[in-house]
């Protein structure tokens, strides 16, 4: 991951950049897709399909609750509820139309072919009888309903009113019987069930009994092993968390869309940012995806809260350019949750908020690390900010804060970060990846090469060093990897170990091996420790970023001395075989290491005529000036604030280097090493 420069180019919108991106990209994120895929799972394989419950089956094991929860008894509830309805037995409703109906009835009744209201057996009972007492028993009963109808109130205890007057008739007990059949038939009963209304009273009356509600606390049980699960346990299990036993597959979808949708943002921001990311880099990332919420993933089938987020936050940010790890660790935390999700929502949130606050931490304390303890201390105050913030969400959402929980999120503290140190030199190494750690060891004075360096070219390695100190002072002024440039520096003329003794840094005064060759063949000589660097780079397997630092810290560059020299002795011969090949400098790193070196090389050839710091600041000023008239610089964005803080830092640094006071103590003067105009050509600088 290179942050690369590209000055004067027109910003591009989002959806332009992703049309751009290679097919490849597109593979990847394909995979990541699976690998998703697959976790979500083997999390339901390892964890719901086997522990979880279902509704309507006997419970796989005894359910305790975990967190307090008010929920409604909705099978007592119902309960009382149907006891309430049946004490409702109907509404009745009045007939206002039957006065009349039975006015008109018992005015008809004298007559013997109106009676067809009345039932079959009570028309064959009269009809038996003989006609005058009919007509005489007709008449009676249309007498006493016409008189009753008279009295107030006359539907109130109907039949007692009739029998009443009935009885005083000077009848037999049979024939009083047939009048008050008969009067009961016409009068029928005014008021009738109206089914309709009935209901409606039923459901009212029904809702407006209160829902029971019932609370359970933690270690409660909901449903013991065997139990039946029931649409209200069932309900209450969900509340809980307790994952479900059936494929979910609702939330695999939306963790395939989320996943997708997120993983175009790294692209497009790295794009904005400069930052160049190549194919492997891309894999690299995946990968730290993949095992990071693979730890989280095992870690929530085994119910283990051990803060499982660190190690994919840690190496993101050892690994990762610091603004970018920061989105790739923010996203991947809140993803990570959700595929650690088993249906707590409590989980959800505590695994989701104490991992952005790592990625927050993290973003702030992972900047500039010396050692390797600096790593661990790093890593260990970023588990420290995720441990705080999973307990404020503890105590917040009401779940267990013993002393149980704070030890394992200590012992997780210290063990994720040592794990995340202890196995950042294999993802070095199996992804060509620069971490702290391997620019740490590669900038170490024990490494094979720079040992080479200090026995078979000292002043190439002496070299090396003054250009890494100059380096490492102004990348820290504008904000660069400091570790990475110091590392670029110091290797940037391994090349020189081929040939030590045709350098200037690595002559003995007075003795000058170019003086005995032509021109051509000096230059060849001095142009070929670039390619050279590259052989030993690849031999002995250093990493991608430092060959760009090798190759790049002469950029095209012509060595002016000896072209000039081959014009003078009247060969004619083309400009570029006394030139680099190049690639110029294509990120400020590299640019960085070609001033450094630039510089260095002047100041060291301008010998004794540097006698004080306006001498300094113009051999200085002069350097860069002339890199940039050259266009070395041109794919370096480097503004003009950018140089003046790199000239600045410059003349503080060589001031310090080179700086001493004379026997009066009053007159600073400057005493480089060496002299000789053709010095900083001879020595591969210029």
């Given at each position: 991951?290179?942050p690369t420069?590209?000055?004067g180019r027109p910003?591009?919108s989002?959806l332009?950049?992703?049309?751009?991106?290679d097919l490849s990209?597109?593979?990847?994120?394909a995979?990541?897709?699976?690998?998703?895929f697959?976790?979500?799972?083997?999390?339901w394989w390892l964890?719901?399909?086997?522990?979880?419950?279902?509704?309507?089956e006997?419970?796989?094991?005894?359910y305790?609750?975990?967190?307090s929860?008010?929920?409604v008894d909705?099978?007592?509830t119902e309960?009382?509820r149907?006891i309430?309805?049946?004490?409702?037995v109907?509404?009745m409703t009045?007939?206002?139309?039957?006065?009349?109906?039975?006015r008109?009835?018992l005015e008809?009744?004298?007559r013997?072919?109106?009676?067809?209201e009345?039932s079959?057996?009570l028309?064959d009972?009269?009809?038996?009888?003989p006609?005058?007492k009919?007509?005489?028993?007709?008449?009676?009963a249309?007498?006493?309903?016409?008189s009753l109808l008279?009295?107030?109130?006359?539907?109130k205890?109907l039949?007692?009113?009739l029998w009443d007057?009935?009885?005083r008739?000077?009848l037999?007990r049979?024939?009083?019987?047939?009048i008050?059949?008969?009067?009961?038939?016409?009068?029928?009963?005014?008021?009738q069930?109206?089914?309709?209304?009935?209901?409606?009273?039923?459901?009212?009356t029904?809702?407006?009994?209160e829902?029971?509600i019932?609370?359970?606390?933690?270690?409660?049980v909901?449903?013991?092993?065997?139990?039946v699960?029931t649409?209200q346990k069932?309900?209450?299990l969900?509340a809980?968390?307790y994952p479900k036993g059936?494929l979910p597959?609702?939330p695999l979808?939306?963790?395939?869309?989320?996943v997708?949708?997120?993983?175009?943002w790294?692209?497009?921001?790295a794009?904005r940012?400069?930052?160049?990311l190549?194919?492997?880099?891309f894999?690299?990332i995946?990968?730290?995806?993949?095992a990071g919420?693979?730890?989280q993933?095992?870690?929530?089938?085994?119910?283990?809260?051990?803060l499982?987020f660190l190690p994919?936050?840690?190496?993101?940010y050892?690994?990762?350019?610091?603004?970018?790890?920061?989105?790739i660790?923010?996203?991947?935390a809140?993803i990570g949750a959700?595929?650690s999700?088993?249906g707590s929502?409590?989980?959800?949130?505590?695994w989701?908020l104490s991992g952005?606050?790592a990625?927050?931490?993290?973003y702030?304390?992972f900047?500039?690390?010396?050692?390797?303890l600096?790593?661990?201390?790093q890593?260990v105050l970023?588990?420290?900010?995720?441990a705080?913030?999973?307990t404020?969400v503890r105590?917040w959402?009401?779940?267990p804060?013993?002393s149980h929980v704070q030890g394992?999120?200590?012992?997780?503290?210290?063990?994720?970060a040592?794990?995340?140190v202890a196995?950042?030199?294999?993802?070095d190494t199996?992804?060509d990846?620069?971490?702290?750690?391997?620019?740490?060891?590669?900038s170490?004075?024990?490494?094979?090469l720079?040992?080479?360096?200090?026995?078979e070219?000292?002043?190439?390695?002496?070299?090396?060093?003054?250009?890494?100190?100059?380096?490492?002072?102004?990348a820290?002024?504008l904000?660069?990897?400091?570790l990475?440039?110091?590392?670029g520096?110091?290797?940037?003329d391994?090349?020189?170990?081929?040939?030590?003794?045709?350098?200037?840094?690595n002559q003995?005064p007075?003795?000058n091996l170019h003086?005995?060759l032509k021109?051509?063949?000096?230059?060849l000589?001095?142009l070929s420790h670039?390619?050279d660097?590259?052989?030993?780079?690849r031999?002995?397997?250093?990493?991608t970023r430092?060959?760009?630092?090798?190759?790049?810290?002469?950029g095209?560059t012509?060595?002016?001395y000896?072209y000039?020299?081959?014009?003078?002795?009247g060969?004619?011969?083309?400009?570029e075989q006394?030139?680099?090949p190049?690639?110029?400098?294509?990120?400020?790193?590299t640019a960085?290491?070609?001033?450094?070196?630039?510089?260095?090389?002047?100041?060291?050839?301008?010998g004794?005529s540097?006698?004080?710091l306006?001498?300094l600041?113009?051999t200085v000023?002069?350097?860069?000036?002339?890199?940039m008239?050259?266009?070395?610089?041109?794919?370096?964005?480097?503004?003009?604030?950018?140089?003046?803080?790199?000239k600045?830092?410059?003349?503080q640094?060589?001031r310090?280097?080179?700086?001493?006071?004379?026997n009066?103590?009053?007159?600073?003067s400057?005493?480089?090493?060496?002299?000789?105009?053709e010095q900083g050509e001879?020595?591969g600088?210029d």
């Open positions: 991951m290179n420069s590209r000055a910003k591009r989002a332009h950049q992703l049309r751009e991106i990209f597109w593979t990847l994120r995979a990541l897709l699976v690998v998703v697959f976790l979500v799972l083997l999390g964890g719901e399909s086997r522990e979880g419950y279902r509704l309507g006997p419970s796989p094991r005894t305790l609750a975990v967190l929860t008010r929920y909705e099978e007592n309960r009382l149907q309430a309805e049946q004490k409702i109907s509404v009045r007939d206002t139309h039957a006065e009349r109906r039975i008109d009835s008809q009744l004298s013997w072919d109106a009676t067809g009345l079959d057996s028309r009972l009269l009809s038996s009888m006609a005058e009919r007509t005489r028993m007709l008449h009676l249309k007498d006493l309903g016409l008279e009295v107030r109130d006359w539907d205890d039949q007692a009113k007057r009935i009885i008739l000077p037999s049979p024939d009083q019987n047939t008050f059949q008969i009067l009961v038939e016409i009068f029928q009963e005014p008021a069930v109206d089914e309709e209304a009935t209901e409606k009273l039923k459901r009212e029904a809702g407006k009994v829902p029971v019932r609370m359970v606390y933690p270690g409660d909901i449903v013991s092993r065997g139990e699960v649409p069932f309900r209450l969900e809980q968390g059936d597959y609702r979808v939306f963790i395939l869309l989320l997708f949708a997120w993983s175009l790294p692209t497009v921001y794009t940012r400069e930052i160049q190549s194919r492997r880099d894999v690299f995946i990968c730290l995806l993949s919420w693979t730890i993933v095992m870690s929530a089938i085994f119910k283990a809260d051990t499982a994919l936050t840690g190496w993101l050892l690994t990762v350019p610091t603004s970018l790890a920061f989105h660790s923010l996203g991947g809140v959700l595929l999700y088993s929502m409590a989980q959800l949130i505590l989701a952005i606050a990625s927050i931490t993290g702030l304390v900047r500039g690390s010396n050692t390797r600096d790593l661990w201390k890593q970023t588990g420290i900010s995720a705080v913030a999973a404020a105590w959402l009401g779940l804060l013993g394992v999120y200590l012992l997780s503290v210290l063990g994720w040592t794990f995340t196995l950042l030199p294999m993802l199996m992804f990846i620069l971490s702290p750690l391997r620019l740490m060891d590669l170490h004075p024990s490494n094979p720079l040992k080479r360096l200090q026995m070219a000292p002043g190439t390695y002496h070299h090396t060093l003054m250009v890494g100190t100059l380096c490492e002072a102004a820290d002024v904000g660069l990897d400091s990475l440039v110091k590392a520096a110091y290797f940037h391994i090349g020189k170990l081929k040939r030590p003794q045709f350098f200037a840094e003995v007075g003795e003086d005995e021109p051509s063949m000096s230059a000589v001095i670039v390619k660097g590259l052989d030993l780079a031999r002995y397997n250093l990493p430092i060959r760009h630092f090798i190759a790049e810290h002469h095209t012509c060595l002016n000896f000039r020299k081959s014009k003078a002795r060969e004619d011969l083309p400009r006394f030139s680099y190049g690639p110029k400098p294509s990120s400020k790193e960085l290491v070609m001033l450094a070196d630039s510089v260095e090389a002047a100041v060291r050839a301008a004794g540097i006698r004080g306006p001498e600041r113009e000023e002069g350097v860069l000036d002339s890199k008239l050259d266009g070395q610089l041109e794919l370096v964005d480097f503004t003009l604030k950018d140089l003046t803080l790199i600045e830092s410059f003349i640094t060589l310090s280097i080179y700086h001493k006071r004379d009066s103590g009053t007159s600073p400057f005493e480089p090493e060496q002299e000789g105009s001879i020595s600088s």
